[in-house]
């Protein structure tokens, strides 16, 4: 498990991007029905297998991974332990391990859900769900080192549903992105407490550019480059040299469906960090 004090998260994520050159985040989604043929029949087992086969072979060009709880629930008891199994496989492989549960509640409940993520599964950094305000946020903050990527401005065409609101003469994204900065411990705790990171997604290069310009110093976790058509290069101006992991998920996992997965995984994971760089 991870180290009770482990050093801030900015400064591990920054080792992880220069470790392998580049930002790269290879997101973990085993879907069965695009699983290659021996795994899709392995149930959860199968699942788990798939996925340490892509962290193995994908590994010497990202610099964390992020399995999506949803695709590992959803196989039941059986699931959690597929999941803990891919959790162990991304920390011997050394890289960071992002949780994405989307995760959001207070008081006791928040912290159990923290607890289980940090603790029980040893996530760097979770995605957090901030619609119940600052003290649904509050809770993923509390352990050291960690970070909570809170959901600002996600990549769905939805998003703008409620995120581009107008409130007070601003969107909420914006509000929603400030509330996240201010939920972290004042400065005579933060050796106490994790970092706040926003959730940005990469179809919007112009919203991303000016939460940057905003937070300098937040880390970004920015979903939507490959199949959901985000380009890296628009990302990477936007980005204007802030913290930052880029996620890929499907373009990486189901390069090719046949035997030869890995290896064609392998060769997109390498594209896409070239493309990073």
């Known amino acids: 498990m991870p180290s009770p004090h482990p050093a801030p998260f900015a400064d591990r994520l920054a080792a992880a991007v220069a470790e392998v050159g580049s930002p790269l985040c290879v997101g973990l989604d085993p879907d069965p029905e695009r699983l290659p043929a021996p795994f899709a029949v392995g149930g959860a087992e199968g699942a788990a297998a798939f996925c340490e086969a892509v962290v193995g072979a994908t590994a010497p060009h990202a610099a964390a991974f992020k399995p999506n709880l949803a695709f590992f629930e959803a196989y039941g008891p059986d699931g ?14 050394g890289r960071l391990l992002v949780l ?13 859900y923290a607890d289980a993520l940090y603790d029980g599964l040893g996530a760097d950094a979770t995605t957090v769900a901030p619609y119940m305000g600052a003290d649904s946020v509050a809770p993923f903050l509390e352990h050291p080192g960690r970070c909570a990527f809170v959901l600002v401005a996600t990549s769905n065409p939805g998003g703008a549903d409620l995120q581009a609101l107008d409130v007070g003469g601003e969107p909420l994204y914006r509000r929603v992105a400030r509330l996240a900065v201010e939920a972290v ?3 005579d705790a933060s050796r106490r407490g994790g970092a706040a990171g926003f959730v940005v997604g990469a179809t919007r290069p112009a919203l991303l550019a000016g939460l940057r310009d905003e937070h300098p110093g937040v880390p970004f976790l920015v979903p939507g480059v490959g199949a959901q058509g985000g380009a890296a290069a628009e990302v990477l101006d936007a980005n204007a040299g802030g913290p930052i992991l880029v996620n890929s998920s499907r373009a990486i996992l189901y390069a090719s469906p046949g035997a030869d997965f890995a290896e064609a995984a392998a060769d997109a994971a390498a594209d896409l960090a070239g493309r990073l760089r």
């Open 80 to 93: 959690w332990d597929a999941l803990a199994a891919v959790c162990a496989a991304v920390r011997r492989a």
């Open 100 to 112: 994405d549960g989307k995760r959001g509640d207070i008081g006791n409940t928040g912290r159990r």
């Open 185 to 187: 411990p004042d400065e």
